[in-house]
């Protein structure tokens, strides 16, 4: 298996402007996340997907953020507007409860820089 | 308080020094443990589960503490590859699967 990807892998781009994060999860996984770590705030649970349904999405900063997970295969993490404290690596992971300690596999990332 | 604390450290050793991290949680009813370890611009990656009755990896030793709530990792004859950020992972109980994650205890192992 591929793990879990994450496209881009880097991303520049202007206050204002729409960024959309992508996410293909671990083939069988039935659990997706999505974190954000900054150095000052560590790494952050934003919202989290069972079965392709947002189950808790209270970590999500604002009305900015959005998250969708359409099928089983595939996620995105929407930013409309980006602003500069946005600026983070976003990390999606996938997991299984039914797999042996319900472990979290996380993507490479995705570094974001809001000029 | 924090929900799951660590020293942020730097832990600065030599090789084949010992070194203990600790970590902290608050909620008493947390059920699932672990250490994961992240590399510099890397994902975090799973390095091993805490079981209550401690386990032993190699070099690695985790141990609970539920009394104190408290998890710890020991790496015994530290190497240079094991330079990286150790993070701790506690998981509640009662079916809420949100795992949250301490900030992270920095080591840096020196020749």
């Known amino acids: 298996d591929a793990g879990v990807i994450q496209s881009p892998r880097h991303e520049v781009t202007e206050m204002g402007q729409e960024v959309t994060l992508r996410c293909k999860p671990i083939s069988g996984h039935d659990y997706l996340f999505w974190y954000r770590q900054t150095m000052m705030r560590g790494l952050e649970l934003l919202i989290y997907f069972n079965n392709n349904v947002p189950i808790d999405d209270s970590g999500m900063p604002e009305d900015r953020f959005s998250a969708k997970m359409p099928n089983a295969s595939f996620s995105t993490l929407k930013i409309q507007p980006s602003e500069p404290r946005d600026s983070a690596v976003y990390f999606c992971?996938?997991?299984?409860?039914?797999?042996?300690?319900?472990?979290?596999?996380f993507g490479p990332g995705t570094r974001l820089l809001v000029l | 308080r924090k929900e799951v604390e660590q020293d942020p450290g730097p832990f600065n050793v030599p090789e084949g020094a010992t070194v203990a991290f600790n970590c902290t949680y608050s909620?008493?009813?947390?059920?699932?443990f672990f250490w994961y370890r992240q590399d510099c611009r890397k994902e975090p990656k799973l390095l091993m589960s805490v079981y209550s009755s401690g386990n032993e990896d190699g070099r690695f030793t985790a141990q609970l503490n539920r009394a104190s709530q408290y998890i710890s990792l020991l790496i015994r004859d530290s190497k240079l590859s094991d330079s990286a950020t150790y993070l701790c992972v506690v998981e509640p109980s009662g079916g809420s699967y949100i795992p949250t994650f301490g900030r992270g205890t920095s080591l840096i192992v020196h020749p």
């Open positions: 909620n008493s009813a947390s059920q699932s």
């Open positions: 992971a996938s997991s299984s409860p039914r797999s042996k300690r319900e472990t979290q596999y």
